[in-house]
């Protein structure tokens, strides 16, 4: 039996819209999501990124059994999603950023008893557990205080304590930062790694790409429902072609600091730029794959020049998605 | 069966939180006014006489009695109607869904969860009805106990089993009201609330005898008022065959219709 999430030729395609009371359709079908073949490993945190419309939620309602799959197969440790569909949701729980997914009518402590029997969790570890994911989200305060007075970070820290009520062994993350003050987001970054550590296989999704590159070991970019790139964060940084961007200030006007630095730009095909700041004294930027602020600052100390200030920009993955699906043919979307 | 328990606790705190008591005063209005128009007209207009055919359709002359059993019965239709078949459209626009159907628990103890908690609630209402209507000078006979029990649990199954196929269409088509509506006006037409079914042409009788609400009728009539020319044991054998038929349609369609609705939520 193989172990983690494995979809393979996964497809999704939607179909056109339909109005409540005629057969009418109307539009033409959506594939949301084609062939799309990924791994997602227990015990480590995977992204999935992809700019809007790019699959990510179609392929976690698919994984969580929301959504039966047009075409192709995805199984939760050789569970398949539509054929084994009830063992694989004591396998997995899904957390969406967002305020939902939660009544409003009940209290923390009562959305989280009642999940939990839905779940089957055993009374007595039940009311453990509640009083345990109550405190990890820091919603011991307000537990019997019903959710409609919660504040919208507090609703979702919630949603956060109703997925882990299952002990999943998968968990499927949308977007779950959504709407968090930072400390909170914090926590939750650090809980997400630590249950990672636990053993628990991790599917995340984000539009904050620095809590993708803190926490993915592997990341799949979707775009137009189709993987078009995967790896670690800094591979998929280097599969593109993204600059370092460097600025450097030179002390005062001084013409043989600016050759030598010409001379870098010749040497390495770095594009250079030469503008003159608020102060009157000469900015140099240079765009190159590589970080060539050691070799700049010593061509300029070298002519003469002194420093002011160097600032290196490095190319992110935010960079690398945008590249990615600016990338991708319009016909494949 | 373990989200039966559950499903039933959360669904009262939420009533007991959501409405107030004045909400359950504006349900009773519509089976009180049925009484009090019936109450005026026989008085009123029959001159507190009945026809010979009603006589022959009923096995009574006790009009209002009848009346009354059909306005209790259809306020405990339409109340349990509106609490089993719009649960999961209420969970679908209230954003609940999804995690309900995430988790392993199956369709039919959630039903009976929610159906129970209705169930409760209904029945209270249906009594605060009937004691008004004795106040009105509605004359009821006393019910066997057991005859009562069997009536009820009838009407139970048939409301269930009509609730489930009527939330897979409110699901699919995204919409409650219209499909809601649909069935209350057909029911009191078709079901023999106010007037004998005899008095319908044939079309619209038999559509009314594939409604197991019109045999959990017959059977609640035969258990309150004396002379009702009801053969019980069949009636409640073909409400409760009707009933599980039903549900059993609907249960299995619902998960089609959930998913249809999920995927309109996910289409956007």
Request: glycine letters at 8%; a positive charge.
């Amino acid at each position: 039996m193989s172990t983690g999430i494995v979809t393979t030729a996964l497809c999704k395609v939607f179909p056109p819209r339909r109005t409540p009371w005629s057969w009418r359709a109307r539009g033409t079908p959506v594939a949301a999501v084609s062939g799309l073949s990924i791994a997602i490993p227990a015990g480590q945190v995977t992204g999935l990124l992809g700019l809007n419309g790019a699959g990510k939620t179609t392929t976690i309602r698919m994984l969580s059994t929301l959504l039966r799959p047009t075409s192709g197969t995805a199984t939760v440790d050789g569970l398949d999603v539509v054929a084994d569909a009830r063992a694989v949701r004591r396998r997995i729980n899904v957390i969406a950023g967002g305020e939902r997914m939660v009544y409003s009518r009940l209290t923390g402590r009562e959305n989280l008893w009642y999940f939990g029997q839905l779940y089957d969790v055993p009374r007595a570890r039940l009311r453990r557990r509640v009083g345990e994911l109550l405190e990890l989200v820091g919603l011991a305060a307000a537990a019997d205080t019903p959710v409609e007075r919660y504040s919208r970070g507090m609703r979702q820290r919630l949603v956060i304590a109703r997925g882990l009520v299952n002990d999943p062994a998968y968990l499927l993350l949308d977007e779950p930062t959504l709407g968090l003050d930072a400390p909170i987001a914090r926590e939750l970054r650090l809980l997400v790694a630590r249950l990672a550590a636990d053993g628990v296989g991790v599917l995340l999704t984000s539009h904050y790409l620095a809590e993708v590159e803190q926490l993915c070991r592997h990341v799949h970019v979707l775009d137009g429902g189709r993987l078009v790139a995967q790896g670690s964060p800094a591979q998929l940084v280097a599969q593109t072609d993204r600059q370092h961007v460097l600025v450097v200030t030179v002390g005062g006007s001084v013409p043989a600091a600016v050759e030598a630095v010409r001379a870098v730009s010749r040497d390495t095909g770095a594009r250079l730029d030469v503008d003159v700041d608020e102060a009157g004294r000469d900015r140099l930027t240079l765009r190159h794959r590589d970080d060539l602020a050691g070799p700049v600052v010593d061509a300029v100390v070298r002519a003469g020049g002194s420093i002011v200030t160097v600032a290196v920009t490095p190319p992110t993955l935010e960079d690398a998605i945008l590249a990615m699906s600016r990338a991708t043919p319009a016909g494949v979307r | 069966m373990a989200a039966v328990w559950p499903t039933f606790v959360r669904n009262w705190r939420v009533t007991l939180r959501a409405y107030p008591w004045t909400y359950f005063v504006g349900t009773l209005a519509t089976g009180l006014l049925t009484v009090g128009v019936a109450l005026l007209a026989y008085r009123a207009i029959g001159g507190g006489r009945v026809a010979a055919s009603f006589t022959a359709a009923t096995g009574g002359s006790d009009y209002l009695g009848y009346v009354t059993v059909g306005a209790a019965a259809l306020t405990f239709t339409t109340r349990m109607v509106l609490w089993v078949a719009k649960a999961q459209i209420t969970e679908y626009r209230e954003g609940t869904l999804e995690s309900q159907l995430l988790t392993p628990a199956r369709r039919l103890p959630y039903l009976l969860g929610v159906t129970l908690q209705a169930l409760t609630t209904t029945v209270v209402e249906v009594a605060v009805l009937l004691a008004a209507a004795v106040a009105l000078g509605v004359r009821l006979s006393v019910p066997d106990p057991l005859a009562l029990v069997a009536a009820l649990a009838a009407a139970t199954v048939a409301v269930l089993g009509m609730s489930v196929p009527l939330s897979a269409v409110m699901l699919a088509a995204g919409e409650a009201h219209i499909t809601q509506n649909t069935l209350f006006t057909a029911m009191a037409l078709l079901c023999g609330f106010t007037f004998p079914t005899g008095y319908l042409p044939d079309a619209a009788r038999w559509l009314g005898e594939a409604l197991p609400v019109t045999w959990a009728l017959r059977v609640l009539r035969a258990a309150t008022l004396p002379g009702a020319s009801v053969d019980v044991p069949s009636a409640l054998a073909v409400c409760l065959a009707l009933g599980a038929a039903y549900l059993a349609v609907g249960l299995w369609i619902l998960p089609p219709a959930e998913r249809r609705a999920l995927q309109r939520s996910g289409n956007a």
